[in-house]
């Protein structure tokens, strides 16, 4: 069994200019495998709605859901650090309830740390969770939760109100006991800014090269969909044209009767 990483050594990372890695994983396969190529955090994000389930926006994702593909990555991981989202619904009603639910996602699942989108407003949830031992992780910039208050998912804070409040909102989650902040697609002057103001870890996502750590959702940097072209996802690998082309030739070898073979039968 390998030691699982803990929010010290993530924050330890920081402090050496070692670089943190981060990907999203919802499924046994994916997080076993990446676990086992080193990746530093894994974050079961509310992507699960849009990746997993097929939906356009991360607002349908339930607790439930969330708690049942956590609980499957850290069962299948034993060095990453494991970050849990908290979804939509589940800590905006009230301070008292988003308690409730992290303490749930934690007991249930036995994740590392939780991550909530927001600056300001969410400071006194952060609060309750540092005081309940629950690590937490910010997001700023792109909060795709709040989706139907801004219309779109363009590029965030590029104006200097904008950008201001961002840099605030950064300084207030810190001071309010956060283990790191994604920050997503915001311009990298910015992150840049963010980074070397606050002590505590800044991931980016669209956010450029001068944040302490990159994170990337898994489906995106592997190429499953062929309708996602972001401009800061780079895609290592091609894996829709060879699940499309393996599933292709399965077909046609089996209405052939190529397959099986008499080596693949006994
Ligand atoms: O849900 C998610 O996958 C995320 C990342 C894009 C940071 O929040």
Do not use: W
């Not at 699960?48 to 607790?63: A, E, H």
Request: overall charge neutral; hydrophobic content about 40%.
């Amino acid at each position: 069994m390998g030691k699982r990483k803990t929010v010290k050594d993530i924050y330890k990372m920081k402090k050496q200019k070692n670089k943190i890695t981060m990907l999203t994983a919802y499924d046994y396969q994916f997080a076993k495998i990446m676990d086992k190529a080193g990746i530093d955090v894994i974050l079961v994000g509310d992507s699960l709605s849009m990746v997993f389930q097929g939906n356009t926006t991360t607002i349908p994702v339930t607790v439930e859901q969330m708690i049942y593909h956590t609980k499957i990555v850290v069962d299948s991981t034993e060095k990453a650090f494991i970050i849990a989202d908290m979804p939509f619904g589940s800590y905006q009603v009230s301070v008292e309830k988003g308690v409730e639910n992290a303490v749930n996602i934690m007991k249930e699942t036995g994740c590392n740390a939780v991550k909530i989108e927001g600056g300001q407003r969410v400071i006194p949830l952060v609060e309750q969770l540092i005081l309940a031992g629950i690590p937490v992780f910010g997001h700023l910039g792109l909060t795709p939760q709040s989706i139907n208050k801004f219309g779109s998912y363009r590029l965030r804070a590029r104006k200097e109100g904008e950008a201001y409040k961002l840099i605030n909102d950064a300084v207030l989650l810190e001071k309010a006991g956060v283990s790191g902040i994604i920050l997503e697609k915001i311009p990298s002057d910015l992150a840049k800014e963010v980074t070397e103001k606050i002590k505590v870890p800044t991931i980016g996502i669209g956010a450029g090269s001068e944040c302490d750590g990159q994170v990337l959702v898994i489906t995106d940097l592997l190429g499953i969909d062929e309708d996602v072209n972001f401009k800061f996802v780079r895609k290592y690998a091609d894996l829709n044209t060879i699940i499309s082309k393996s599933v292709t030739d399965y077909i046609s070898d089996v209405k052939e009767s190529k397959f099986p073979s008499e080596e693949e039968s006994y």
